[in-house]
């Protein structure tokens, strides 16, 4: 490989959330196990050296007023678009700028909906879109995922379709791909709910942001993509967050090809002043969206591979009890904790401070919808997996 995704960094002193909060309540880190942090996504590889070439050289003009956005911002996500999705036509006047996914996917239902109104999200549920969109007034109806006879996420389409009907639903939110799950819906899958969605006229908000983290063999498909009323019933949001580790860069990207909700999502996301772009998170996305940044993305996927069948096979095949399935995206892992749990007579806030008082810092799922749950992130050094999956082994599940 090119490059190297195998370095351990030291990310204390640096104001990491990963690393510098333990988000278990009344957890510790024992005397002599280093923190292997597992949690928040974000990841624990250093980002292409083209982001941090363009930040360079934008700080290096010393004035960082006002500014109005560059073409090349927009040829940018163009063309990483077409290259990496196979999206034709995308203009300029289809984009615009989000200073966070979360504040777009709020912008977007707050002009397809009002306070109170009812909106379709699937469990597990980004714990994001639940305090997003319950702080600001809107109920939230949930449609259980479910694994099938293959071990697969699946959309319970008959389910879907009675709470959309039965809650007078106008508005859903479609994960895609899923988190936490890590699903990445088929084109045929994404056919049949958006069936269900134009039968029942309902827009949807489709968050994209792990759109280029996609494993093994499989393919995104954009939800606008499949036919010409999904491209305009459809909101779509990306960003290279996720990709490149640019969280605290903020910023994000909406794509809107119709153009009465392009101008009432422009109005809206304008009225509270807090969606004015950031000048070196402008600068980090064209560095990611690169030539480069495309190469470095191609071997993150493989690299995130490794390590997700790396972790799939060890919890199969040493923690008894435990339910996990692959994930086909993302680099988060979402396990069901109630056999093993009944079985040992231990409840999820024990095993979880068992965790991580062996330094593996992971994450507590109810928060998601389902009981009895961790998701674990997976993105740092494979040596690193290796070490907290044997931690776990020796001295939580197999104790």
């Not at 810092?361 to 044997?390: C, H």
Request: contains cysteine; proline residues 4%; aromatic residues 12%.
């Amino acid at each position: 490989m090119k490059y190297s995704f195998e370095k351990i960094i030291d990310r204390t002193n640096s104001h990491a959330k990963a690393v510098d909060i333990i988000p278990i309540p009344e957890a510790h880190v024992r005397e002599g196990f280093s923190k292997i942090p597992m949690w928040v996504a974000d990841m624990n590889f250093e980002t292409v050296p083209t982001i941090p070439e363009k930040i360079i050289e934008r700080t290096n003009h010393h004035l960082y007023g006002y500014f109005i956005m560059p073409d090349t911002y927009y040829e940018s996500i163009i063309k990483w678009q077409e290259n990496r999705n196979q999206v034709k036509g995308l203009k300029a006047e289809n984009i615009a700028y989000e200073n966070g996914l979360l504040g777009g996917v709020v912008s977007a239902i707050n002009i397809l909906t009002s306070p109170g109104d009812k909106v379709l999200v699937h469990s597990p549920t980004y714990v994001g879109f639940t305090n997003s969109l319950t702080n600001k007034g809107y109920g939230l109806v949930h449609s259980d995922l479910y694994i099938d006879e293959e071990g697969i996420w699946r959309m319970d389409y008959e389910e879907m379709e009675r709470k959309i009907v039965a809650n007078k639903i106008h508005t859903a939110i479609f994960c895609n791909p899923h988190n936490p799950t890590g699903r990445v819906w088929s084109r045929e899958e994404i056919e049949k709910a958006y069936e269900i969605y134009k039968k029942h006229d309902v827009y949807v908000v489709e968050d994209c942001i792990w759109s280029d983290i996609i494993l093994g063999d499989n393919k995104f498909t954009p939800a606008q993509s499949i036919n010409e009323d999904a491209k305009m019933r459809t909101i779509s949001f990306y960003a290279p967050s996720k990709t490149f580790n640019l969280a605290g860069l903020v910023g994000s990207y909406h794509i809107v090809y119709n153009k009465r909700l392009n101008d009432r999502l422009e109005k809206e996301s304008s009225l509270p002043m807090y969606n004015h772009p950031n000048l070196l998170s402008v600068a980090a996305l064209e560095g990611a969206y690169s030539e480069e940044g495309s190469k470095w993305t191609d071997e993150l996927r493989k690299v995130l591979t490794k390590n997700i069948d790396f972790a799939y096979n060890y919890i199969k095949e040493n923690f008894k009890g435990v339910k996990v399935q692959k994930p086909q995206g993302t680099y988060l892992l979402y396990l069901d904790l109630s056999n093993y749990l009944k079985e040992n007579n231990k409840d999820l806030d024990t095993l979880l401070k068992e965790g991580v008082s062996v330094g593996v810092i992971w994450q507590d799922g109810r928060p998601f919808n389902k009981d009895n749950t961790i998701r674990m992130n997976l993105a740092l050094p494979y040596s690193l997996v290796v070490e907290a999956f044997e931690r776990l082994d020796k001295y939580v599940f197999n104790k």
